[in-house]
Nanobody, 121 residues
Framework: VQLQASGGGLVQAGGSLRLSCAAS????????ANWYRQAPGKQRELVAA???????NYADSVKGRFTISKDNAKDTVYLQMNSLKPEDTAVYLC????????????????WGQGTLVTVSS
């Protein structure tokens, strides 16, 4: 199982981006997932989380601007980022709990590679 993160880029302040985190593999499903970010010289920060039941939580710094969602049919988790600010500039990473319906079924936590988001003022 691999997680592939994508969607980062350069955007002006006030703009939007949508990050994706897709699980590859046969017969896999993402249950819970998190998006983190790490800016240069700063500690990694949990930005948003979604549970297996679909409940979500956000860091105070992004509440009302970011939305985490999960598409079970596509085994993909998204982070919709609106009203971006220069302080949102960071490498964004996803992690997910993935169930693989092998024999026997296995559950593991996986990490995607980072995707860089740069917000210009």
């Amino acid at each position: 199982v691999q997680l592939q993160a994508s969607g980062g880029g350069l955007v002006q302040a006030g703009g939007s981006l949508r990050l994706s985190c897709a699980a590859s593999g046969i017969n896999v499903v993402i249950t819970a997932a998190n998006w983190y970010r790490q800016a240069p010289g700063k500690q990694r920060e949990l930005v948003a989380a979604i549970t297996s039941g679909g409940s979500s939580n956000y860091a105070d710094s992004v509440k009302g601007r970011f939305t985490i969602s999960k598409d079970n049919a596509k085994d993909t988790v998204y982070l919709q980022m609106n009203s971006l600010k220069p302080e949102d500039t960071a490498v964004y990473l996803c992690s997910a709990d993935v169930t693989e319906f092998s024999e026997p079924p296995t559950v593991g936590r996986y990490w995607g590679q980072g995707t860089l988001v740069t917000v210009s003022s």
